[in-house]
């Protein structure tokens, strides 16, 4: 009897550490994955433009400078440059003239389909891109960049969801810093998904930022993985 339930005792504590096994095999894979897709979302094309209100030498710095994939000029701790309000720029440690500041970068901040944004079918991408990059902020010109490099993206799919990332979560994904400091910052992140159908969601508020003073604005973009 006794080696009855010593064998049972055995049988028992080999089944907790296989399930035990497996329980952490599945956290372990779980882990991974949601580490891989951090990893494969990459923030496309955010380009940067400044606006002081005269001629001014600006220091530009990103927050995580080792995701960093590519830049233009090349990024190396940090951009200075003499700004002028045009939003033209020479690049001091090149001479170089320049209109913005160029960076990609993998993303730090995960992503996702939420209960707002908007669903867009892709004839009305233009429109659309056009109506909300104005509410958001952005100028003619730089809205013009924004849909020329974003149409053929988004275009691909009979309808999108889209979400405008918010301030804290810019912030999260990537650190930016300048000095002087801006007086106004405004920065569009544009998340998006490709869709065969709709889905039912909440139209995203969107706030109308002031320009004034030294203005600086960034934008770009990235697919939910």
């Known amino acids: 009897m006794k080696n009855k339930d010593q064998k049972k005792k055995s049988s028992l504590l080999r089944t907790l550490l296989i399930i035990l096994a497996i329980i952490v095999v599945l956290v372990a894979a779980a882990i991974y994955y949601y580490i891989s897709t951090i990893n494969s979302m ?74 707002d944004g908007f669903v867009v079918e892709k004839e009305n991408i233009v429109e659309f891109l056009e109506e909300k990059l104005a509410i958001l902020g952005l100028n003619d010109y730089e809205a013009e960049e924004f849909i020329i490099y974003w149409l053929p993206i988004l275009q691909q799919y009979e309808y999108t969801y889209i979400r405008f990332a918010t301030a804290d979560e810019i912030l999260a994904n990537m650190p930016l810093d300048m000095v002087p400091a801006p007086d106004t910052l405004i920065r569009v992140l544009m998340t998006y998904k490709g869709l065969d159908n709709p889905i039912d969601i909440t139209p995203q508020n969107l706030i109308t930022p002031e320009r004034t003073g030294f203005t600086a604005v960034e934008w770009g973009g990235t697919e939910i993985q």
Do not use: C, H
Not at 47 to 58: A, F, R
Not at 76 to 96: H, K, M, N
């Open 42 to 115: 990459v923030v496309y094309k955010p380009i940067i433009y400044l606006y002081p209100t005269d001629e001014t030498e600006v220091s530009v710095t990103l927050g995580y400078e080792d995701e960093i994939t590519v830049s233009y000029p090349k990024y190396t701790s940090g951009w200075t440059v003499l700004a002028q309000p045009d939003s033209s720029l020479v690049d001091l440690s090149s001479g170089r003239n320049l209109y913005a500041l160029y960076y990609e970068s993998n993303a730090m901040y995960r992503f996702s389909v939420q209960k």
